[in-house]
């Protein structure tokens, strides 16, 4: 980095100055926001904003953006030109400083600003921060601020139309079924604010991070760099770089640098180095030398503390005594990603602190698709959710933004690692000089900001886009070369340049799915970017049986991958009307963004389960369906992603795939409440699928599965932890029939330890001897039958520990459909009880819940409507009359009533908990295939 800094020769020419800095705080200004041609001029809400919160906080749109169809309603708001306008006054004192700045940490998106009808600058990109030189605009007194924003799909689309008159650089518009705008890949912008397969159009517009008026007669202290690096005593060494914004007309400023750690403070003297390639940027570089600086390491969730340290710079400039200071929260660690050639390829896995660990977590997506209304506690709340599910890593996906800076903060303090891509996917993106200019800021900006997080773990350059060209998704083959060489321009020599030039610390991946450095090699779009021998994977197939282990790679990382559910019932609910409630309605197509998606869904429920199919047109069967997508999606994920932590050791000698070390399924959170791929719903409450996200993810795991080729039971025992856990336990296998709770076969084995980081295969015993044990056919079973079949029975495994606790818990059994005698059970709450405590001082009160049954029960699932918080296991099977349950309840202050009486509970086979009175609201016609149908359709 210090590299890029020289001293100039030429010495600042003194001036008198005034003393101090002045910063007039613009987010607290008066803003007007006004169209001409829709007269409407309304006060802003506030900044940061937007325009769409700004329209309905004054009325003008009338109801919840997610409400039914108003994402088209509203959407004539992108389509319009919008002034944004404030009064601010400035005193003789802030105008006698040398250097004043207009400070925009974010503009979206493109926007003339004017001081005084006097033109300031103009912003084209939503993730730079723009700092524009404002001292010979302003005056005493008042002042006017105009921000003019141009509509961003008319701009993307004149920029498409631009560009075209050379080559058209695809997409030229997003699929039908998304309902959105085309040409984002034309826009520096939130990618998914022009509709996603799993999200709305709101095209928005406005000031959406903080804005002032800076003033200053020296180097403004702006960024931390901070790359602490062990030596080799162990000891760590601290170079730290302070990052200035400078004045170019005094550009060298002496001064004192402070610093302080660990309680003591330390000054260092020197001068702020004006950067060459950069206007306006100074770095000082100091190191810290203790002898042995003693530091405890932040370990990602599961593996150890977080420990964080405060870390405050404050620099002082000689000639002015200007002060600027930054407090970070740092933590020392180091992260590696290691691509060691095996025998066939390469490994992909990261190394924290000198220690490969096994990576589970999920993909993250904006938390809303208007930023302004995510607040930090629903930030907390999602990212709590994914501490809970033991998640170690989160990707933030690069169709998004770049995080708040409150979500990195909350990732340093759960130890949850970040894999932050750059904002670029599914697309192919221009790299015309101006273009690579502004990716350039942008890269700055956003490194900068971010660098000091411990949690950051891998920068990557785009989502998808090295695959999209390989796999000629839009058409780019006959220009490949061209397209190629544009894909190089951007990722290689931009952005990945950039990003090595301010962060040495960290690796930097192309591409997602990618080789990884083999992609490079290869000239950085490989043959086939998904090989599971190299780099990491996405993996979909909706046409396979997602339930069946056997369809899904042998990858070395699986960065993405999952199955789409709904949101359910409850959280639909305010979004809709009674009319809506039906499968085939007009609702529920426009909350289906995913081409095929509602085909898909119930064409996979009805491989596995009994779909209500003639139903669907009525209010029961329609939350039948909502409850059996989430089912279905959450067997998928765990059947998968059980699939690939049995990988973790496995290696074929013949295809070289196996050694798998990540699994991030795809995705954590709802942008709004429609199909997605989600664990998380809009709002934050658990789908069944992140409760067992939260059984899949325990680094001690019991998997069992039937290996269909050598009819063996193989029960695997799985430990990511990084030590042997000893124990003196037992690995039990019952059976059980489905119509009763008598077990018919038991079979216990000790284990007196698992091993660190292993997958051990502890029982392999023959199906058809379980079967026969177990009485698994149709006559007597304590008799030997005829026709043995898996359908008859239930195979539990169970690992216990010393004291007979259940550490973790697998099942075997058929597709819920075909479970020949399964009977539809009652279940009941049988009493709640208020704890003492909760564990975790994150919930408010905690309670416990007595559940009966009278058969055994499938995917027992329970809600608490109206309340938030969570239960400790849920989508659970009953296989005994009883099961205590605890509620984690954060909504404050509820008493026993309002539990007992928000509680709702259905099963498998036992869900009619609507009455049919809401049936045949719709009169429409049936939208879908007939069941016949999609069964043809998918047996193509
Ligand atoms: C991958 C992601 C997203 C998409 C998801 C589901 O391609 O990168 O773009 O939403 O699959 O289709």
Not at 489 to 518: H, M, W
Request: aromatic share 12%; charged share 20%; with cysteine.
């Amino acid at each position: 980095m210090i590299a890029f800094f020289r001293a100039l020769l030429a010495l600042a020419i003194a001036l008198p100055k005034v003393i101090g800095s002045g910063r007039i705080d613009l987010n607290e200004a008066p803003w007007m926001v006004k169209s001409v041609s829709q007269n409407i001029e309304i006060p802003a809400k506030g900044i940061p904003g937007g325009i769409y919160s700004d329209l309905r906080h004054s009325g003008i749109l009338t109801s919840d953006f997610y409400y039914r169809f108003n994402d088209q309603e509203y959407r004539w708001v992108s389509y319009e030109n919008w002034t944004y306008s404030a009064e601010f006054v400035v005193d003789q004192d802030t105008l006698n400083h040398d250097f004043i700045v207009l400070d925009c940490k974010g503009v979206d998106t493109v926007s003339t600003i004017m001081i005084n009808d006097q033109l300031v600058g103009e912003t084209n990109n939503m993730f730079v921060r723009y700092s524009f030189d404002v001292k010979e605009f302003l005056k005493l007194g008042n002042n006017e601020i105009r921000i003019e924003f141009k509509s961003p799909v008319e701009h993307a689309k004149n920029m498409f139309q631009e560009q075209a008159e050379t080559y058209v650089v695809p997409p030229e518009c997003v699929a039908p079924q998304f309902q959105g705008e085309c040409h984002a890949n034309h826009i520096r912008k939130m990618q998914s604010s022009f509709s996603w397969d799993w999200g709305p159009a709101f095209p928005s517009m406005g000031i959406w991070q903080d804005i002032a008026i800076d003033a200053h007669n020296s180097a403004v202290l702006r960024y931390l760099y901070f790359n602490p690096t062990q030596n080799v005593n162990g000891d760590w060494d601290i170079p730290i770089d302070a990052i200035f914004e400078i004045d170019p007309v005094h550009p060298i400023v002496s001064g004192t640098l402070k610093v302080t750690f660990q309680g003591k403070t330390e000054e260092f003297q020197g001068t702020v180095l004006p950067s060459v390639e950069e206007n306006k940027i100074g770095a000082l570089s100091i190191v810290i030398q203790r002898d042995g600086v003693d530091v405890d390491l932040w370990w990602p969730n599961g593996y150890g503390d977080q420990v964080l340290y405060d870390l405050t710079v404050e620099f002082t400039d000689d000639q002015s005594m200007d002060t600027s200071s930054i407090t970070r929260r740092v933590g020392f660690r180091t992260v590696e990603v290691v691509q060691a050639p095996v025998d066939q390829g390469r490994t992909f896995k990261f190394r924290v602190n000198g220690q490969d660990l096994f990576m589970k977590g999920s993909n993250w997506i904006p938390a809303h698709v208007l930023p302004e209304l995510v607040t930090p506690d629903y930030t907390r709340n999602l990212l709590h959710s994914a501490k809970e599910a033991h998640m170690n890593m989160l990707r933030v996906w690069g169709g998004g933004i770049y995080e708040s800076d409150v979500f990195y903060d909350l990732a340093d303090e759960y130890g949850i690692l970040i894999w932050q891509d750059f904002m670029f996917a599914c697309s192919m993106y221009q790299a015309t000089d101006e273009v690579l200019k502004s990716v350039q800021q942008e890269v700055r900006t956003q490194v900068r900001r971010l660098q000091t997080h411990p949690s950051i773990a891998l920068w990557a350059g785009n989502n998808e886009n090295e695959a999209a060209l390989r796999g000629n998704w839009y058409g780019t083959d006959a220009d490949f070369q061209h397209y190629k060489a544009d894909y190089v321009k951007l990722y290689v020599d931009t952005v990945k340049a950039a990003t090595n030039e301010l962060d040495l610390g960290r690796d930097f991946l192309v591409s997602s799915p990618s080789n990884a450095d083999k992609s490079e090699e290869d000239g950085y779009i490989a043959q086939n970017p998904y090989s599971s021998i190299y780099g990491d994977t996405h993996y979909y197939n909706y046409n396979l049986d997602t339930w069946d282990y056997k369809i899904y790679p042998k990858t070395r990382f699986a960065s993405e991958y999952g199955f789409q559910s709904f949101p359910s019932f409850e959280v639909l609910k305010p979004y809709s009307e009674p009319f809506d409630w039906n499968f085939y309605s007009d609702f529920v197509n426009n909350r289906q963004r995913h081409p095929g998606g509602n085909e898909e869904i119930p064409w996979q429920i009805h491989l596995h389960m009994e779909l209500p199919e003639n139903e669907l047109d009525t209010r029961a069967g329609f939350e039948e369906f909502l409850y059996q997508a989430q089912v279905n999606q959450a067997e998928s994920l765990r059947v998968e992603t059980e699939h690939y932590r049995r990988m973790m050791t496995q290696y074929s000698n013949q295809t070289g795939e196996g050694l798998t070390m990540g699994t991030l399924y795809w995705q954590l959170n709802d942008i709004w409440p429609g199909a997605s791929w989600t664990t998380l719903e809009h709002g934050g409450k658990w789908k069944i699928s992140h409760y067992f996200a939260e059984q899949m993810f325990r680094d001690i795991l019991i998997s069992p599965i039937r290996n269909t080729d050598n009819n063996q039971l193989e029960v695997f025992v799985i430990s990511d932890k990084l030590s042997d856990f000893p124990l003196s336990g037992t690995i039990i296998v019952e059976v059980k029939r489905w119509n009763n709770f008598n077990e018919t076969f038991h079979m216990s084995q000790a284990i007196d330890a698992i091993p660190a980081m292993s997958v051990e295969k502890v029982i392999s015993m023959d199906m058809n001897e379980i079967l026969s044990n177990g009485g698994c056919h149709a006559g007597d079973p304590s008799e030997p039958g005829e026709n043995k079949r898996l359908e008859y029975c239930l195979i539990t495994t169970t690992l216990r520990d010393t004291d007979g606790n259940i550490i973790s818990q697998g099942h075997v059994r058929p597709y819920p459909k075909d479970a020949i005698g399964l009977i539809v059970p009652e279940i009941a709450i049988q009493s709640v009880t208020k704890l003492g405590s909760c564990q975790d001082d994150y919930y408010d009160t905690c309670w416990s819940l007595d559940i009966g049954t009278d058969a055994i029960a499938l995917f027992v699932w329970l809600e608490a409507e109206g309340l938030d918080g969570r239960f400790d296991a849920n989508g659970f099977l009953m296989d005994s009359p009883n099961r205590r349950i605890q509620f984690f309840c954060q909504t404050p202050n509820v008493s026993e009533s309002q539990v007992m009486s928000s509680l709702r509970v259905r099963s498998y086979k036992n869900s009619r908990v609507v009455s049919n009175q809401d049936s045949n609201t719709y009169d429409g016609q049936r939208r879908y295939h007939t069941m016949q149908e999609l069964i043809n359709h998918f047996r193509k």
